[in-house]
């Protein structure tokens, strides 16, 4: 069994009873990347940590910015791909630009279901579910899937449920995207929980939507002819796309923050110019170019540049030495642990760790947004638990506080469902979909450190 180009490029909206639109000035795949641009979730993510949380410095990169450059590369990877593959598979009635609308959609909003403080913010929604006091036990009385979507909380899977259930909520399907987009989007194509243990490859590492949309990626993954891996558990192999999609953010994550490194002081010159200047390969004709540039920031800037050129390239390259095992399914690796520069570019990756991850203003704020965000849940879980399981008999404490709540985060009439799961779900709606400035305010809020006025 195999999948099939044209059918993984189906222009078909989840959700959507109308047909995909005729040939217009926008194609139904640049009708996706629209849509995310102008959504409230993609706004909020330019007050959303990259790596350095609640900067005051102008020039750090937020989730914003870097879905953006992301998204970019992506444009660039999927576009290269597609010439080959439209000449390869002999595809009629596509073009090249398709498959780079698509990776550029599905990468713009790689990031959007992130909570606040990067990824230390899904640390501490999995700390809330297994080791806060009222968390811990709330999620104890759960089983299988719905369980391990708290225990081990997951942005991709949130992101899953912003585009096809969050936003623009009075959709079914939510935003409405292409099933292309959705399942290029979609890195994990598997529920939270498998009987079986865990499985090899890349695509089974995370989990990729929640229990509550399984149906939903279900329809996405049929509609595109994704193989299913077993019949018994909601498990897929990627769609190929998925592969360049991940392949754009690693290539910007692991060049880009050198260069974020460097501004910042963390990385020297010498060492931010050795690290690029490895991934690299044409240096003879680099040299001329470098010798015209006067000052150390430009010329990390022009190697930041040429090093993700060359990134895309050989990620290119990958994907078509193995496009056949990728439709079979046979292929489940990130494409740059198959490139010629794998090495130098982990290095990069094991450098940003060892001097811009652990840089004392990140752990600093992100270890108090650790705090932040599992105070958040606990106070509010008991809030909703009250009023759900006590109606009018609920103290006037938790009635007060239910109101710094939008109602969709509660439930229609602002009356908390009577099923657990949907509560708690509700409630990582409202919390993961905070910016970090707007979960420190709540927060200050809530324990009285900040009053009105005060």
């Known amino acids: 069994m195999s999948m ?7 222009r078909k909206r989840l959700g959507a009873e109308a047909p995909p639109a005729g040939s217009t000035a926008r194609t139904d795949f640049q009708r996706d990347f629209d849509r995310i641009v102008f959504s409230s979730s ?10 350095f949380p609640l900067s ?4 750090v990169r937020t989730r914003l910015t870097h879905s953006l450059e992301t998204s970019s590369v992506g444009r660039s990877l999927g576009t290269l791909v597609g010439e080959q593959i439209i000449q390869r598979h002999g595809l009629i009635g596509f073009e090249a630009s398709d498959f780079g ?3 550029a959609a599905a990468c713009l909003a790689h990031d959007i279901g992130n909570p606040p403080f990067g990824h230390y913010g899904e640390d501490a929604m999995r700390h809330w579910a297994s080791h806060a006091d009222y968390g811990k036990r709330r999620v104890a009385v759960l089983r299988d899937s719905e369980k391990e979507d708290f225990l081990n909380f997951e942005g ?20 409405q995207l292409t099933c292309a987009t959705l399942a290029a989007f979609t890195k994990y194509p598997r529920e939270s ?13 995370k989990y990729g939507f929640f229990a509550a949309d399984m149906g939903l990626f279900e329809e996405v993954a049929d509609t595109v002819g994704m193989i299913r891996r077993d019949p018994l558990r909601a498990l897929w192999c990627r769609h190929p796309l998925a592969f360049l999609v991940e392949a754009a953010d690693d290539i910007c994550y692991r060049v880009i923050d050198i260069e974020d ?14 690290l690029l200047w490895h991934v690299i390969r044409d240096h003879t004709k680099q040299e001329v170019r470098l010798n015209r540039i006067g000052g150390e920031l430009e010329k990390v800037e022009f190697l930041r540049a ?17 496009d056949q095992a990728i439709l079979d399914g046979r292929f489940d690796e990130p494409l740059l642990t198959r490139v010629p520069k794998r090495s130098e570019l982990d290095r990069l990756l094991d450098v940003a760790r060892e001097r811009i991850y652990c840089a004392p203003e990140v752990v600093e704020i992100e270890t108090a947004g650790f705090e932040v965000i599992c105070e958040l849940l606990e106070r509010f879980a008991l809030v909703m638990d009250d009023i759900a399981e006590n109606g009018d008999r609920a103290t006037p404490k938790s009635r007060i506080t239910s109101l710094l709540v939008p109602e969709q985060f509660i439930g229609p009439g602002r009356q908390p469902s009577p099923r657990l799961y949907t509560r708690l779900l509700r409630l990582t709606d409202f919390v993961s979909g905070m910016t970090d400035s707007y979960a420190v305010s709540l927060y200050k809020k809530v324990t009285g450190i900040s009053l009105p006025g005060g």
Request: aromatic residues 10%; hydrophobic residues 35%.
């Open 261 to 274: 490194g460097f501004r910042l002081g963390h990385i020297g010159y010498r060492d931010a110019f050795e």
């Open 156 to 175: 991709n899977a949130q992101g899953f449920r912003v585009l096809a259930r969050l936003q623009s909520r009075d959709n079914r399907g939510g935003m």
């Open 306 to 322: 040429k090093a993700i050129n060359e990134s895309i390239q050989q990620a290119k390259d990958c994907f078509l030495d193995n």
């Open 101 to 103: 609308d698509i990776c």
């Open 193 to 205: 929980w498998l009987r079986n243990g865990p499985l090899g490859g890349v695509s089974t590492k």
């Open 56 to 59: 005051k410095i102008d020039y």
């Open 4 to 10: 099939n180009w044209p059918q993984l490029l189906s």
């Open 42 to 51: 993609f706004r909020r993510m330019q007050d959303k940590t990259q790596i």
